[in-house]
Structure formats: structure tokens, C-alpha cells
């Protein structure tokens, strides 16, 4: 079974400028994650999409930071403008719709922001 | 969400049982315990879960204080692929979110 797959894996950006990063679940996995981890701490998140319906957008900083799930299966997150402190590793992750809600989550895309 | 603490850092000889520690004092009755570790350069991966009883797969066992404000994960013979960075966690039954710490990083000498 293939795992979660981001692209690209690293990222180097000025700030100001815009980025992308995109996640392809495991197929059948109708919950979608999408968290940020800053070097030294847990990743914390930042959406969770259920299908394509936001289910948590809580710690999503809406003013520079969106997101989308067409269709119900891949993702893109974008960061515009990006700022110093948006460096930091994006993970995706997926999971069924069950008791044990397991979270399988990729290897995650690396952005440096200068 | 509940808190969990978590020493910052552990250190182990291979071949040996490790027993990583967690406190979650603030835990409710029906919020579940999850472990993840994230090896290096990698993403976290789903090691164990439980609720109150101890529970055992493949890769560890969990377990459980009987009032359920702490919790021990059990690596039996630890390996060098098993250094990486351990997450304790607590999740509502009702819900996905997973509140991650900043874990214990695990070091295993050979």
C-alpha cells in the first residue's frame, strides 16, 4: 500500500514571496491533516479536512495561510506572503473514518524562508 | 486537550528493554493515549494506543496507570533504529486531534 506523498520535499523561499505544497493521501482515507513542525517541537496542526469539508481550522493563521481539498483527496497548502517564522517541516497526514483513527503521515516538505 | 510530559531525553543500551514515561494528569475517562515516534528526516509513525487497559502489538507495549494519569511506553529489546524522537499523546474518543509535546528523544548506544 502506498504511504502519504508530499511534494516537493524542500523548499528555500524569500519572504514575501508565495508557496505551495501538495499531499496525496492513501487512497480511501477520507481525513485529511495538515500540520506545521518547527525545529525542536511536536508538529501541531494547523487544518483537518474530512472529505473535502474543513472540519478544524482553529490554529490556521487564515491571514496568510489557506488551504483546499478538492474532491476529497489531494490537498495543496499555500503560504502568501510568507514571513521568517513560517520556516519549518509541513507534514500531511491521513487516516480512515474509524474508532482508531490512526494517523499515517508522509515525509513532509521542508521550507526555509530567508 | 490534555497535557503530557514527557522527559526531554532518554538514553538506552541496545538489545535492552527501555521504558519511556509520560505523565497526563489532566487526562478525562474517555480521551484514548496514543504513541508516535518520528525517526530522523521522517514523518511520525503510529507506534501504539490504549485507554486503560495494557495493550501489546509488533513494535511495544503501553502501559497504563490504573488511574490513568500516566502511562509507560515499553520498547522489549530497544535497536538502533529505534533512536528517534517519541510523542505521547492523548485524543478524544469523539474526535481526531492529536496535540503533540516536544517528546523524548531517544538515544540507543550499541
Known amino acids: 500500500e502506498a504511504g502519504v506523498a508530499q511534494s516537493p520535499r524542500y523548499k528555500i523561499i524569500e519572504k514575501r514571496q508565495s508557496v505551495a505544497f501538495w499531499c496525496n493521501p492513501i487512497?480511501?482515507?477520507?481525513?485529511l491533516y495538515w500540520y506545521q513542525q518547527i525545529l525542536g517541537q511536536g508538529p501541531k496542526l494547523l487544518i483537518q479536512?474530512?472529505?473535502?469539508?474543513?472540519?478544524?481550522d482553529s490554529q490556521l493563521p487564515k491571514d496568510r495561510f489557506s488551504a483546499e481539498r478538492l474532491k476529497g483527496v489531494d490537498s495543496t497548502l499555500k503560504i502568501q506572503p510568507a514571513k521568517l517564522e513560517d520556516s519549518a517541516v509541513y507534514l500531511c497526514?491521513?487516516?480512515?473514518?474509524?474508532?482508531?483513527?490512526?494517523?499515517?503521515f508522509g515525509p513532509g516538505t521542508r521550507l526555509l524562508v530567508l | 486537550d490534555a497535557k503530557t510530559t514527557q522527559p526531554n531525553s532518554m538514553e538506552s543500551n541496545e538489545e535492552e528493554p527501555v521504558h519511556l514515561p509520560c505523565n497526563h494528569s489532566?487526562?478525562?475517562?474517555?480521551?484514548?493515549i496514543h504513541w508516535y515516534r518520528q525517526l530522523p528526516s521522517q514523518g511520525p509513525e503510529y507506534v501504539i494506543h490504549g485507554l486503560t487497559s495494557n495493550v501489546n502489538n509488533r513494535m511495544a507495549s503501553l502501559a497504563i496507570a490504573e488511574d490513568r494519569k500516566s502511562s509507560t511506553l515499553i520498547l522489549h529489546r530497544a535497536t538502533l533504529r529505534d533512536a528517534a524522537v517519541y510523542y505521547c499523546?492523548?485524543?478524544?474518543?469523539?474526535?481526531?486531534?492529536?496535540?503533540f509535546g516536544t517528546g523524548t528523544r531517544l538515544a540507543v548506544r550499541p
Open positions: 487512497s480511501g482515507h477520507a481525513t
Open positions: 479536512f474530512q472529505n473535502n469539508g474543513v472540519v478544524d
Open positions: 499523546t492523548t485524543k478524544k474518543s469523539s474526535g481526531d486531534k492529536l496535540t
Open positions: 497526514a491521513s487516516s480512515l473514518v474509524d474508532r482508531g483513527k490512526t494517523q499515517y
Open positions: 489532566t487526562i478525562s475517562g474517555t480521551d484514548y
